[in-house]
Structure formats: structure tokens, C-alpha cells
T-cell receptor
Framework: NAGVMQNPRHLVRRRGQEARLRCSPM?????VYWYRQLPEEGLKFMVY????????ESGMPKERFSAEFPKEGPSILRIQQVVRGDSAAYFC????????????FGNGTRLTVT | SQQGEEDPQALSIQEGENATMNCSYK?????LQWYRQNSGRGLVHLIL?????REKHSGRLRVTLDTSKKSSSLLITASRAADTASYFC??????????FGKGTRLSVIA
């Protein structure tokens, strides 16, 4: 029973390039959350999606960042025109319902912008 | 903004000792959860305590919740070197996603 799968584990991008981070939730989970973590910091909420819908994007910068969770396939967090400040670990988590159940996390994608 | 704040930020103990971490939060909650993160890995859920519960146990873990003081504590008894990790509290409130604190870094020395 596979857990939350994120890929790639490590991603290096030059300033101005695009970064695409993928997340496949646990089987049976239709709720996906993206969090960002800076070194020695906690997780900061970015966006919450259900299949084909963005439910809450209050933590996601309005410029350059977008997220989707299509009917088929993984959830994608997309960062356009990356800057050095985007360097961080990005974690995806999934749950079978909204708010009641604990989150199951992937091992994250570590984005480095050079 | 952070809802939960863990205390201390870092804790170093000898194997076999108990480790206590505290979490304070600001608003009313539905439940409070504790997670563990090993270096370079994702978070793993440890225990969930509902707002109407005061104490919960799971193996060597004991969690308390005091809603009047808006605080929680996580006790790990008889610690092991493998318990070395960062521990985060997270608060669940209706209509908002889980909000995490900055964590406590626990080092257990063999």
C-alpha cells in the first residue's frame, strides 16, 4: 500500500526557469495539501485541493505559483520564473477527508535555485 | 502566521531519559496533532488529541491537552537514539488547514 509519492526528490533550477513538482496521494485519498519548509522552520501551508478543485490557496503567492489536481494523474505544484528565495523543501500531504483525519506526508521535493 | 509554538526549540537528553516538549496555540481548536520528522524525510503522524480529551497514550508517547491554557505537551518516555528527530505540533480548526509550529529538535545521545 504505497504512501504519498513525490517526485522528483531533488530539483535544481536556474533563476528564471520553471519548476514542476508532482505528488501522488495515497490510494483512496482525494484531499491534497502542499506545504513549504525552509531550513530549521516549520511547515507553511500553501494550497489545499480536492479532485479538480482548488479549495484554499490562501498560503500560495499569487504570482508565479499555481497548483492543480486533475481528475486523472498526480497533483502538480508549478513555480514559474523561479528565484533564489523559492529554494526550499516542498511537501505534499493527503487525507481521505477534510479536517478530521491526520495527514499523510510524502518525503518532499528539495528545490534548489542557482 | 504560526498557530502552534513549540518549546523548547532544541532538547538534548541521554538515552533512557524522558523528553517533554510543549506546544502553545492561540485560537480554539478541534484537535491537536503531533508529528515527527526525521532529517530529510516527510512528517509522520504520531498522535491526535481532540479538544474534549485531556490525555492520550500511545506506546511510549503521552500527550496532554489543556484547552483553558491553550497548551499541549508531548512526553516520550525511556527515550532511544532512534527518537532523535524534530517534533511538530499542529492545530486543526474548522475551515482551515492544519497549522504547524516551528518544531522541537530532539537529540537523544546513546
Amino acid at each position: 500500500n504505497a504512501g504519498v509519492m513525490q517526485n522528483p526528490r531533488h530539483l535544481v533550477r536556474r533563476r528564471g526557469q520553471e519548476a514542476r513538482l508532482r505528488c501522488s496521494p495515497m490510494k483512496g485519498h482525494s484531499h491534497v495539501y502542499w506545504y513549504r519548509q525552509l531550513p530549521e522552520e516549520g511547515l507553511k501551508f500553501m494550497v489545499y485541493l480536492q479532485k479538480e478543485n482548488i479549495i484554499d490557496e490562501s498560503g500560495m503567492p499569487k504570482e508565479r505559483f499555481s497548483a492543480e489536481f486533475p481528475k486523472e494523474g498526480p497533483s502538480i505544484l508549478r513555480i514559474q520564473q523561479v528565484v533564489r528565495g523559492d529554494s526550499a523543501a516542498y511537501f505534499c500531504a493527503s487525507s481521505p477527508d477534510r479536517e478530521r483525519s491526520p495527514l499523510h506526508f510524502g518525503n518532499g521535493t528539495r528545490l534548489t535555485v542557482t | 502566521s504560526q498557530q502552534g509554538e513549540e518549546d523548547p526549540q532544541a532538547l538534548s537528553i541521554q538515552e533512557g531519559e524522558n523528553a517533554t516538549m510543549n506546544c502553545s496555540y492561540k485560537t480554539s481548536i478541534n484537535n491537536l496533532q503531533w508529528y515527527r520528522q526525521n532529517s530529510g524525510r516527510g512528517l509522520v503522524h504520531l498522535i491526535l488529541i481532540r479538544s474534549n480529551e485531556r490525555e492520550k497514550h500511545s506506546g511510549r508517547l503521552r500527550v496532554t491537552l489543556d484547552t483553558s491554557k491553550k497548551s499541549s505537551s508531548l512526553l516520550i518516555t525511556a527515550s532511544r537514539a532512534a527518537d532523535t528527530a524534530s517534533y511538530f505540533c499542529a492545530t486543526a480548526t474548522s475551515g482551515t488547514p492544519l497549522v504547524f509550529g516551528k518544531g522541537t529538535r530532539l537529540s537523544v545521545i546513546a
